[in-house]
C-alpha cells in the first residue's frame, strides 16, 4: 500500500485486521509503502482486503493498494500468527509520511485526567496524534530515527508500545512524565527558573501578569502574550518591530472561538482539523461586550487569525492562563523562527522575558500554518505545519526537479515520482540568516529524500538569493538551471494543483516579478500550454518612484499613476502627501524611465487606490494598503468603474486601461463619496476587466493566482463574473496563491522544458 501510511497508525491498525480474521503472515513499513503478506482461506483474504480498502486510521490516504498472490513457500513452515515486522531500509524513497498531528480527543482526556499517569503531562501523543515532521530524521519512520531517539522508554511505555491492542502501539514519539521530554522555564538571560509542571505554571502565570513568553512549540519557538492587554501586546509589537501587521491568537475550545467570531461549518472543520491552522475568521459585530482581543492585536482589521491549542503543552499554558493568547512565531520582523533554546535566548532574549523550553530536540522548523475559507473552499496561505510535507498529486511522472521558489513567502519543492513535496514556509530571504535557513532547508529535503536532482528551477529574477542559491546547486550537480518566469510559475502551480491539460488562461495578479521587457510584472494574463506562455494582457504600466520601496508607501504609487494621467500636473493632487521639494525630485525623476521602472503591478494599483482613497500613504508591510480596501468594500454595491481592456497591437498584449477608472475614483472622492463605495467598484471593475480579457483570449480553462487573489473579496467577484460568462474557473486550496506557490509552478515548468528536450 502507498500514500500517507506511515506514522499514522497504520501497521498496528493492519496487524488488528489480519487478527480478527485469523490470518498469518506480517506487516512492514518500507521506505516507500507498507508491505503486508498474508495466508488464510478465502473468504478472509477477502474480508481482510475489503477491511483495507474501507476502513483506516484517520490520518492514513491510500493512494495505491497492489494485491499479488505469492506461492506458499512449501520448505518453509508456515507462519504462526500475525507479526509486524522491523522495517526494512532499502528502497526507493518516496514521500510517504505524515505531516506534524494536532492532539487527538483521547490524548486531551488523559492530560485531564488526575487519575491517569500523563494527567498534565506536554508531551503526551498517541498513533493518531502528535509530532512527525518536527522531529524525523530520515526515513523509515522509527523512534531511533526521530529525535526522540535519546528518550529511552520506561516499562509502562514499553508494554503500550509493544501491545497491539493498545492506542500506543509503534507510537514512535511515545513518552510519559517518567521517561519522556521536559520542560524548564529560563528568564530572558538563560538561566533556569523552574521545571516540568511548575514551569508551565509560572510561564502561565507570568504571561497572565503581562509579560511576554517565547515557548518552544512543536515545530520552533513562539511568542506569548496575553491577547486581552492592549499593553502587553503593544509592548509585543515594539520588541518584535512588528507594529502593524496582525497578530495570531490562541484560544479554545471551539465555543470561545464563536463568541468572538462567526464560524462556518467548514471553518469549525477546518480549525479542529488535524493540521489545526491558523485560520481566518471574521469578527462578530454583535458581541456585545464580549470582544475581549486588545485592539492592538489585528488593528482595524475586521477579521481575526486565530488558531486552538494544537499540542498538549499548548493546551496546558492556555486552560491555566486562562485568557485568549497572541501566538506568533519566534522572530523579530523578516528573521527566521528560531528552534533552539540556545538560539531563541541570543534572538529572542531581548523580545521575551522569560523563555519555556524543553528537551525533545525540533528537527526542523515548522510554523504554524495560515488559511482562510473562501467560496466555501479551504484556502491555504502559508503552508507549513499540519500540511508540509504531505505530497502534491501531480498527474504524471515528473523527472526529479529541485525547485528554490521566489523572494518572499519562500517555499522550496522537490520532485518525486508523481507528488511534490514542498518544505514548510521558509519566509522572506531579506537577511542573511534567512538565505542560510533556505539552504538549509534544500540540503534537508535533498538528503532526506535521498535524490540527485536532474534540474533545478528558480525565479527570473537574476538577484533574488534563491536564484544565487541554485545557481551555486546547478553548478556543484552539473544539471541544468531553469529559470522560470514569476507569473509563469504562478499560474503553473494553480494547473499542477489541478492537475489542468491544454491550453489555460492565468489571470497572474500580485506584487511584484521580474519580467522580461525591463519592467516590473504583476498584473499579468498569461496563455499557458505546456512550458510555454504567452502574455495576453497586462495592467497598463506607470512609473513607480523609489522601485521596491513603493510597496511600503502608497503614496509613491498614488503619485505614479497620476504622473501617467496628468504628467506634471500629478503635483496638484499628490501634494498632500510630499513635501515640495521631495515631490519635484519625485516628479522629475518619473519622466525619466531609467531612475524608476514602469510596472504593471496590480498590488500597487491597489496602492494606488487605497491612498487616493485616502487610506494609509504609508505601510508597515507589503498589502496592507490593499487589505485596508478589501475590508472597506461594500458587498452590497454591484456597479463597477470603467476599466476598459484595450486589444493587443501587432505583438502587444492588450491593454486593461486604468485611467478612466482613476478619473472616476478622483470624482468619487471629490463628490464626497463614501470609500466603501468606491473600493467596490474598484473590485468590481476588476472582475468586468477579467471577463472582457478572458474573452479576447478565448480559452474556457481560467486560473486565478499570484498574491492579489488572498483578497477574498476580489477573489469571489472574479470567480463569479468569470463563470456566469462560462468560463471554467481554478483557484488555489493546497497551495498558496501567493509567493508560497511558486515552488510547485517552477517544478512543472522546468519538468515540462526537460521532457520536451529529450
Ligand atoms: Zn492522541
Ligand atoms: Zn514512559
Ligand atoms: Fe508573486
Known amino acids: 500500500m502507498r500514500g500517507v501510511v506511515q506514522g499514522v497508525g497504520f501497521r498496528p491498525f493492519v496487524y488488528r485486521t489480519a487478527c480478527e480474521e485469523s ?64 522495517s526494512s531500509g532499502q528502497a526507493e524513497r518516496r514521500p510517504t509520511l505524515p505531516a506534524d498531528l494536532a492532539m487527538c480527543a483521547e490524548c486531551l482526556q488523559e492530560i485531564s485526567d488526575p487519575r491517569q499517569r500523563r494527567y498534565r503531562y506536554p508531551f503526551t501523543n498517541c498513533t493518531n496524534c502528535g509530532p512527525r ?38 507510537a514512535q514519539p511515545i513518552a510519559c512524565p517518567k521517561c519522556g521530554p521536559q520542560l524548564t522555564l529560563l528568564d530572558a538571560a538563560g538561566r533556569p527558573l523552574a521545571e516540568r509542571d511548575l514551569a508551565l505554571r509560572q510561564a502561565a502565570d507570568a504571561v497572565g501578569a503581562g509579560r511576554i513568553l517565547a515557548l518552544q512549540g512543536l515545530g520552533g519557538f513562539q511568542l506569548i502574550a496575553d491577547a486581552t492587554s492592549e499593553l502587553a501586546v503593544q509592548r509585543l509589537r515594539e520588541r518584535k518591530r512588528r507594529p502593524d501587521k496582525p497578530l495570531a491568537i490562541m484560544l479554545g475550545p471551539l465555543s470561545e472561538v464563536r463568541r468572538r467570531c462567526r464560524v462556518s461549518e467548514a ?24 470582544d475581549d482581543i486588545a485592539p492592538a492585536v489585528a488593528p482595524g482589521n475586521p477579521q481575526l487569525g486565530v488558531m486552538l491549542p494544537s499540542t498538549p503543552l499548548h493546551h496546558l ?10 501566538c506568533t512565531s519566534g522572530n523579530l520582523s523578516e528573521e527566521p523562527m528560531a528552534i533552539t533554546a540556545r538560539d531563541a535566548v541570543t534572538r529572542l532574549g531581548s523580545v521575551a522575558d522569560l523563555l519555556l523550553t524543553h528537551d525533545r530536540p525540533i528537527v526542523r522548523p515548522v510554523d504554524d500554518s495560515v488559511a482562510h475559507v473562501i467560496a466555501g473552499r479551504l484556502q491555504i496561505l502559508r503552508r507549513a505545519r499540519g500540511y508540509a510535507p504531505l505530497p502534491i498529486r501531480m498527474h504524471c511522472e515528473l523527472p526529479v526537479v529541485l525547485a528554490v521558489g521566489g523572494h518572499l513567502k519562500n517555499t522550496v519543492a522537490l520532485s518525486l515520482g508523481e ?37 533545478v528551477a528558480c525565479d527570473l ?13 546547478a553548478q556543484a550537480w552539473g544539471v541544468p538551471l531553469v529559470p522560470v518566469q514569476h507569473h509563469q510559475a504562478h499560474v503553473a502551480a494553480c494547473v499542477a494543483e489541478h492537475g489542468l491539460a491544454g491550453p489555460v488562461l492565468g489571470f497572474s495578479w500580485d506584487g511584484t516579478g521580474y519580467g522580461t521587457d525591463r519592467t516590473v510584472w504583476g498584473g499579468e494574463a498569461l496563455l499557458c500550454d505546456g512550458a510555454e506562455y504567452t502574455r495576453v494582457a497586462q495592467l497598463r504600466t506607470f512609473p513607480l518612484p523609489g522601485g521596491d520601496r513603493a510597496a511600503r508607501q502608497p503614496r509613491r504609487s498614488a503619485l505614479g499613476v497620476l504622473y501617467a494621467i496628468f504628467g506634471t500636473q500629478a503635483a496638484d493632487a499628490a501634494g498632500a502627501w510630499f513635501t515640495t521639494e521631495e515631490l519635484g525630485m519625485l516628479i522629475a525623476a518619473c519622466g525619466r524611465p531609467r531612475l524608476f521602472p514602469r510596472t504593471s503591478s496590480l ?10 482613497c485616502g487610506l494609509p500613504a504609508w505601510v508597515t508591510f507589503e498589502g496592507q494598503a490593499a487589505m485596508a480596501l478589501e475590508f472597506a468594500a461594500n458587498p452590497e454595491v454591484r456597479d463597477a468603474y470603467p476599466l476598459p481592456v484595450r486589444a493587443a497591437r501587432g505583438a502587444d498584449p492588450a491593454v486593461l486601461d486604468w485611467e478612466p477608472m482613476i478619473r472616476a475614483v478622483l470624482a468619487d472622492r471629490a463628490a464626497g463619496l463614501p470609500v466603501a463605495e468606491i473600493a467596490a467598484r474598484f473590485h468590481n471593475a476588476l472582475a468586468a476587466a477579467a471577463v472582457q480579457a478572458a474573452r479576447m483570449a478565448g480559452c474556457r480553462q481560467v486560473v486565478l493566482t499570484g498574491g492579489c487573489f488572498q483578497n477574498a473579496f476580489l477573489t469571489e467577484r472574479v470567480q463569479a463574473s468569470l463563470r456566469d460568462a462560462g468560463f471554467q474557473v481554478y483557484v488555489h486550496s493546497e497551495v498558496p496563491p501567493g509567493d508560497g506557490g511558486i515552488a510547485l509552478g517552477q517544478i512543472l515548468i522546468a519538468a515540462k522544458k526537460l521532457n520536451s528536450k529529450t
Open 23 to 86: 490470518l498469518r503472515g506480517w506487516v512492514l513499513n518500507e521506505a516507500d509503502a507498507v508491505r503486508i503478506e498474508v495466508e488464510g482461506n478465502d473468504g478472509s483474504l477477502d474480508r481482510f482486503l475489503q477491511a483495507l480498502r474501507q476502513t483506516h486510521p484517520p490520518q492514513a490516504r491510500i493512494d495505491s493498494l497492489e494485491v499479488s498472490e505469492v506461492a506458499t513457500a512449501s520448505d518453509a513452515p508456515a507462519p504462526e500468527g500475525f507479526e509486524i515486522r522491523a
Open 133 to 170: 515532521w518536527s522531529i524525523i530524521r530520515q526515513l523509515p519512520y522509527d523512534r531511533p530515527r526521530t529525535s526522540m531517539h535519546s528518550f529511552a522508554m520506561c516499562g509502562d511505555c514499553q508494554a503500550e508500545y509493544g501491545n497491539p491492542g493498545d492506542r500506543r502501539f509503534h
Open 267 to 290: 471553518e469549525a472543520a477546518a480549525l479542529q482539523s488535524p493540521a489545526a491552522p491558523i485560520l481566518l475568521l471574521a469578527r462578530r459585530r454583535d458581541a456585545d461586550g464580549v
Open 317 to 326: 499554558l492556555l486552560a491555566h492562563a486562562a485568557r485568549p493568547l497572541i
Open 419 to 455: 507528488s511534490v513535496v514542498m518544505t514548510p514556509h521558509v519566509g522572506d530571504l531579506e537577511t542573511a540568516l534567512s538565505v542560510q535557513v533556505h539552504r538549509q532547508a534544500i540540503d534537508d529535503l535533498i538528503q532526506f529524500f535521498g535524490v540527485r536532482p536532474q534540474a
Open 461 to 473: 529574477h537574476p538577484d533574488y538569493a534563491s536564484t544565487r542559491n541554485a545557481e551555486r546547486l
Open 603 to 612: 498590488g500597487r494599483l491597489f496602492d494606488a487606490v487605497a491612498a487616493l
